[in-house]
Each structure stands twice: as structure tokens, then as C-alpha cells.
């Protein structure tokens, strides 16, 4: 069992930015891929960026490449999504979530454990 708490959401200004942190706890952190997605209202839950356990691969949705940047610490078992250049479209709930298993994944399916979200809101 896998227990996933986001932070570090709220309200920014366009252009501004925002590190999100997300704290798992339970063993099957270790050695699995991790993943960010988001949800604005009526849309479908997208993904944005996804790290393996060691860090060196990671992958990014192209609506986020190049503004968003994600990391992890295994010794904290925390992950990391540090969202630089802000846009109101970026406006949503933003979700960690914990795969099942050591590949890079980015489909919502690959991902068994999520947290309860934190809000981003970015105005204009």
C-alpha cells in the first residue's frame, strides 16, 4: 500500500511558478516510476510528467516540456514537480500518483496509487 500527499499548490500570476512536492509512504515507493497529472473542470485527468526510480529518464507531456520539471528524492521518498512560466490553462487539480512498476510510463492505467490532489490557480 502506497500512501501519496500533495503540497505546494495555490493561486500565482501568470508567468510566475510553483513547486509541488508530493510525500509517499509504503514500501512500493521504492524502485517505481512516478508520475504527475492534472484535471481542470470537464476536462479528462491529463498526464504531464513521469521519472523512474533513478531519475535518469523522465518524459513530459508537450503542453508542460520546457516549463515544468520533474524530480524526486528517494531518501525523503518525495517527488517533485517544479512549474516555472505559469498560464491561466494551467489552471487545475494537480495529482501524484505511483505506478506499479520500474519503466517510464504515461498512461493513467500504468498508475495504481494517487493522492488527493492540490489546487493550482493561475490567473491572468
Known amino acids: 500500500q502506497v500512501q501519496l500527499v500533495e503540497s505546494g499548490g495555490g493561486l500565482v500570476q501568470a508567468g510566475g511558478s510553483l513547486r509541488l512536492s508530493c510525500a509517499a509512504s509504503?514500501?512500493?515507493?521504492?524502485?517505481?516510476?512516478m508520475g504527475w497529472f492534472r484535471q481542470a473542470p470537464g476536462k479528462e485527468r491529463e498526464f504531464l510528467a513521469a521519472?523512474?526510480?533513478?531519475?535518469?529518464?523522465?518524459d513530459y507531456a508537450d503542453s508542460v516540456k520546457g516549463r515544468f520539471t520533474i524530480s524526486r528524492d528517494n531518501a525523503k521518498n518525495t517527488v517533485y514537480l517544479q512549474m516555472n512560466s505559469l498560464k491561466p490553462e494551467d489552471t487545475a487539480v494537480y495529482y501524484c500518483?505511483?505506478?506499479?512498476?520500474?519503466?517510464?510510463?504515461?498512461?493513467?492505467?500504468?498508475?495504481?496509487?494517487w493522492g488527493q490532489g492540490t489546487q493550482v490557480t493561475v490567473s491572468s
Open positions: 500518483a505511483a505506478s506499479q512498476t520500474a519503466i517510464l510510463v504515461v498512461a493513467r492505467y500504468e498508475y495504481r496509487y
Open positions: 521519472i523512474t526510480w533513478s531519475g535518469s529518464s523522465t
Open positions: 509504503g514500501r512500493t515507493f521504492s524502485r517505481k516510476t
